[in-house]
């Protein structure tokens, strides 16, 4: 699913709301102008009876309900009586109150099915007074006094999942060696009563019981009466990084395959 905040992804659905408040889910609302926080995108002119609001909405996530794959490929700003282009469709009415959608200037949209690599417009914003348009937006048209700016971009290519990796005699496969997911076995007390163990914190859960948390035999050699004891625990060799190159040699074959197919 495509992140809502990402303006480089393609907007894939838009409308008008009259209230700010009936965002339909999934929707942002464009609700302030760009740079001024304080004043509303209000995109329609108020009359002398009452106030009316008008909002536009977008929504980046792909694919919306019904798995409809499309994306916005261009917006235009007619005036009201004019006919719309071909191939684009005027946003009459709010999509909450299905109320008249704008006065004076209509907002034209055309979309098309998603391909990846297709030009699509990516942001839009609203400006005050006539205000250069920031990098990478482009002026569009005013309506209601705000300059529209749109930001173009291209569809990302759709990301196929990785195949599973081939089967592998160097480690266990879940698949097909089920016996690794088998419970081991309880030993009774005098299976290991000669082995030097470790004594079990109260705390451990009791799954843990039964298992014998030991230390090989051959390094306490000084240290046989105490399993808690590990006074006289012999010292062991510490390979350097050249010793491992030498005495265990493993050139990675199978994490960089894994990868190639990420």
Known sequence: MSSMNDTSLPITGI???????????GY????????????????????????????????????????KAFVLEDIKIINERDIPPQNYTPL?????????????????????????GMKCVCDIIFLYRHKRPPQFYTLIGDINGFQMCTKEGTVPPFRAIPPPPPPSNIYPNPTHHQSYAQTPKQNSKDDYSNIYTLGKKSEEKDILDGIPFTINPIYLTGNRNSANDLFGLDSYRILSPYDIEQYYPYDFHLERHSLSLL
């Not at 002398?48 to 798995?67: H, Q, S, V």
């Not at 009459?92 to 990846?116: F, H, P, Y």
């Open 92 to 116: 009459n009415e709010t999509i909450d109150t299905r109320a008249k959608g704008t006065s004076k200037r209509t907002i034209c949209v055309r979309l098309a099915e998603r391909q990846a």
């Open 15 to 25: 409308c008008l709301v009259s209230k700010p408040d009936n965002v339909p889910t």
């Open 28 to 67: 942002e609302c464009i609700r302030k102008v760009y740079g001024e926080p304080s004043r509303d995108a209000d995109l329609m002119a108020d009359s002398m009876l009452e106030r009316k609001d008008r909002f536009l909405c977008i929504t980046r996530i792909f694919p919306l309900a019904g798995n």
